[in-house]
């Protein structure tokens, strides 16, 4: 015990010797009574600003480090130099000043263990954070607020998972968006279109709508800012969006469309703290809309995001009844395209903590989100889960690894369609401001060193050598997915038209989302994730429909795939390829698959009752002529009896087979073959 003593006394004389003895901020300990008047007006100052509270330390900054120019060894000045730090762009410059705090006065302050804990924490010198925070447990054990002990727990907890995250970094690059989108001020919560054509965000910014500062976080109102893609790659310099979106309150963007059409909006103006949305026509940005009394509450709901359909939203709430503090819920569209009642996620995903910036990758099944709980090295990190549609259950959290994640909050993170590409805001002394966006590029893993077998077959027995060869890096896993993108036009007059993109599962005989293309650009996007044979309609009224047919199977690899599409006038000559009309093989039975096919073209007949048409069968080159034009002509009449089955007269059809005898391509080669092997319709009279 005396020992122990004596090591403890040792050791706060060295380090008085090391640091000095504290300094009051009294005249009698200075010569220099003018500096020491300006150095006691500075102090004063910080002082003001900081008894204001946390949103004011950034403020108070300024003023105590003239202060600690002139007295560098006051041990209250020091401590609020360290908690001010903690609340600024700057925290790892923290550190050193609750170290000399607490080494020129160990009693300066009860909660100095906990400061002490997260600056050596931020720093990621884990075991000195866990020592920091032992200590301030044994203050929280007497604390009869339940969460304050389970808190110091969970950053003890956070400290060991960092020590094991950081011994596996992930090959990433890490790239600042660069001064187009980032600024002097705070940029955050990104968010970007599937084919990154897109980016959204939310800043504070003196020019924001309204120009007012938040009196209660000392901080410019949101606003959200929108910038494109171009030519070279690099951002258009972003602007913030109208004042129909953009209100003289906070406006922070929280999800975007995967093409870029639709994006939901919270407004901290409504309740609690609300979200919208907001849609693209043409060049406006519509007004935002509430997303409906199921998702908005009395409570705070502060993020959201779109599934790839657009049929399911899921969202951050506090509501009560939760797993702990702020919960991901989950909302799907009715039958009348409302959103019904949410559902929470369960303990799976959700936490006692705090969970927070929900997104769905277009892949529609991978759920990524911030978190507080589960292994996060600090703060809140960056996870992933994935849904397992045949159980509908979730998959157990998977931290999305360091350097993505750090010590520090990682929050608000999207992914790119292909995988390659993630979005974020973080915190970093060479970045443009306070908070910057920044892109990752993920390398993916190398392969791990092999051994040269040919050197060892050639050496000897008593001295083998090895040889160690480098591998080529290996891929990364990109996502499942495809996504189909284009231009859809006018055949004649190539002018963007405003169409209807329907999605069917084929297999389900079932639409399972709507989209419309933009009316002033054509453009349109879907993403489209494996595992479903997809039958693509596009629609409008006066024109033909445009059919496309996309199998995917579950190990399909990510492609983006570009169909510009032109709609035909409903006119004589017209001829349309049906390709979502399916035929058992060698045969000229329809299989189920067909049906929407089928129906849509039902739907064109009796929409337009004077319509006479051809249904015409084709094929490729393989197997006699003969056989080919029977076989056609057999496939043809089939979509032909399905058709006066269904009510259309029979005086309007006719069909006729036409064997191999019109290739549309090469059969020369199976992409080609496929193509030939088809059936269309031609308008003959109307």
């Not at 050193?96 to 990621?124: C, F, R, S, W």
């Not at 950081?166 to 084919?195: C, H, M």
């Not at 000897?460 to 591998?471: D, G, L, R």
Request: net charge negative; aromatic share 10%; with cysteine.
């Amino acid at each position: 015990m005396k020992l122990h003593i004596l090591i403890t006394v040792l050791l706060l004389i060295s380090g008085s010797f090391l640091y000095g003895q504290n300094v009051d901020f009294d005249k009698k300990n200075f010569e220099d009574k003018e500096g020491f008047k300006v150095a006691k007006n500075n102090l004063e100052e910080g002082d003001k600003l900081y008894e204001q509270g946390a949103v004011f330390y950034k403020d108070a900054l300024p003023f105590y480090q003239k202060a600690q120019e002139f007295n560098p060894n006051n041990a209250d000045l020091n401590y609020k130099l360290g908690k001010c730090y903690l609340q600024s762009a700057f925290k790892t410059n923290a550190l050193k000043h609750l170290e000399k705090a607490v080494t020129l006065n160990p009693e300066i302050d009860i909660e100095a263990q906990y400061y002490l804990g997260v600056a050596y924490h931020i720093a990621m010198d884990w075991d000195k954070a866990i020592a920091a925070y032992s200590n301030y447990q044994k203050v929280t054990l007497s604390n009869p607020d339940p969460l304050a002990n389970l808190e110091m727990q969970n950053r003890i907890s956070q400290c060991m998972n960092g020590k094991e995250l950081v011994k596996k970094p992930l090959r990433v690059f890490i790239d600042n968006l660069g001064k187009n989108i980032n600024t002097e001020y705070n940029e955050y919560g990104a968010v970007v279109s599937a084919d990154e054509s897109v980016l959204l965000f939310t800043a504070r910014q003196p020019n924001s709508t309204g120009g007012g500062i938040d009196p209660g976080l000392n901080e410019n109102f949101e606003d959200i800012y929108i910038a494109n893609k171009q030519p070279d790659g690099q951002w258009s310099k972003a602007v913030n969006l109208p004042k129909q979106v953009n209100s003289a309150d906070h406006d922070a963007v929280s999800a975007i469309s995967a093409d870029g059409q639709r994006f939901i909006i919270y407004l901290g103006s409504s309740n609690a703290g609300d979200l919208f949305e907001s849609v693209l026509t043409g060049n406006e940005w519509s007004k935002p809309e509430s997303l409906g009394k199921n998702i908005n509450s009395k409570y705070h709901e502060p993020s959201a995001c779109y599934s790839p359909d657009g049929n399911t939203i899921y969202f951050v709430s506090d509501m009560p009844g939760g797993q702990g503090q702020h919960d991901i819920y989950v909302s799907k569209k009715d039958d009348k395209g409302r959103w019904a009642e949410a559902v929470n996620l369960g303990k799976t995903i959700n936490t006692v903590f705090n969970e927070e910036g929900v997104f769905m990758h277009p892949d529609g099944k991978t759920l990524y989100f911030s978190s507080e709980g589960h292994k996060s090295m600090g703060g809140f990190d960056i996870f992933k889960t994935v849904l397992d549609p045949a159980t509908n259950t979730w998959s157990a959290p998977e931290n999305v690894g360091y350097p993505v994640n750090t010590a520090d909050d990682d929050v608000f993170f999207v992914l790119s369609a292909n995988g390659r590409h993630g979005y974020y805001m973080s915190l970093s002394a060479d970045g443009f401001g306070r908070r910057d966006l920044y892109m990752i590029t993920f390398l993916g893993a190398e392969k791990p060193m092999v051994q040269n077998n040919e050197d060892n077959l050639i050496a000897s027995h008593t001295a083998p050598v090895k040889e160690q060869v480098k591998a080529e890096v290996v891929a990364i896993k990109e996502a499942q997915l495809t996504i189909l993108k284009g231009v859809i036009t006018d055949a004649l007059t190539q002018k963007p038209l405003e169409a209807t993109i329907e999605i069917v599962d084929n297999q389900m005989n079932q639409v399972i989302a709507s989209f419309t293309s933009n009316s002033a650009t054509g453009k349109y996007l879907v993403s489209l994730p494996a595992g479903k044979n997809y039958g693509i309609a596009v629609k409008k009224e006066g024109y033909l429909f445009h059919s496309e047919n996309f199998d995917i199977p579950n190990t399909s690899a990510f492609q983006q795939v570009t169909k510009d599409v032109e709609l035909k006038n409903i006119a004589v000559g017209s001829k349309i390829v049906l390709k979502n009309i399916f035929f058992d093989f060698d045969k000229a039975t329809l299989r189920s698959e067909s049906t929407n096919e089928l129906q849509r073209l039902t739907k064109l007949l009796t929409d337009v009752p004077t319509l006479k048409i051809e249904i015409s069968g084709h094929t490729d080159s393989k197997g006699a002529n003969d056989y080919n034009k029977t076989l056609s002509d057999n496939r043809a009449k089939a979509v032909v009896d399905y058709l006066i089955k269904a009510g259309i007269a029979s005086n309007r059809l006719v069909y006729k087979g036409y064997g191999e005898e019109q290739p549309i391509s090469t059969n020369e080669t199976e992409e080609g073959r496929q193509l030939n092997r088809r059936t269309e319709f031609k308008i003959l009279s109307m």
